[in-house]
């Protein structure tokens, strides 16, 4: 069982940056890929950005490749989602969640989640 708790929204100026943060408390922390997902009024979840489980290996959506950045400390127990150059249409609820699965984009496949926390980028 691994429960999730993300932290660092807030409201952002088009061209900045936020830096997004996921707590996870439980055990093997470390036997899992985290991902990052969001969601915009009237839309479906949508990946952002994935790390497996030794932060070696990373995936990105095409949308946030070359702005975003995650890493993850497993001693820590945590996993960050560095954002930056910021558009209006990054604007959603940001997730945190993890899988035993490895690199996986598909929310389904994902076992658990946070409650989420808002990104809110004006133009």
């Known amino acids: 069982q691994v429960q999730l708790v993300e932290s660092g929204g807030g409201l952002v100026q088009a061209g900045g940056s936020l830096r997004l943060s996921c707590a996870a408390s439980g055990r093997l922390f470390s036997s899992y890929a985290m991902g990052w997902f969001r969601q915009a009024l009237g839309k479906e979840r949508e990946f952002v950005a994935v790390?497996?489980?030794?932060?070696?290996?990373?995936l990105y959506a095409d949308s946030v490749k070359g702005r975003f950045t995650i890493s993850r400390d497993n001693a820590k127990k945590t996993v960050d989602l560095q954002m930056n150059s910021l558009k209006p249409e990054d604007t959603g609820v940001y997730y945190c969640?993890?899988?035993?699965?490895?690199?996986?984009?598909?929310?389904?496949?994902?076992?658990?989640w946070g409650q989420g926390t808002q990104v809110t980028v004006s133009s």
């Open positions: 790390i497996n489980w030794s932060g070696g290996s990373t």
């Open positions: 969640a993890a899988t035993i699965r490895g690199l996986r984009v598909g929310a389904n496949e994902y076992n658990y």
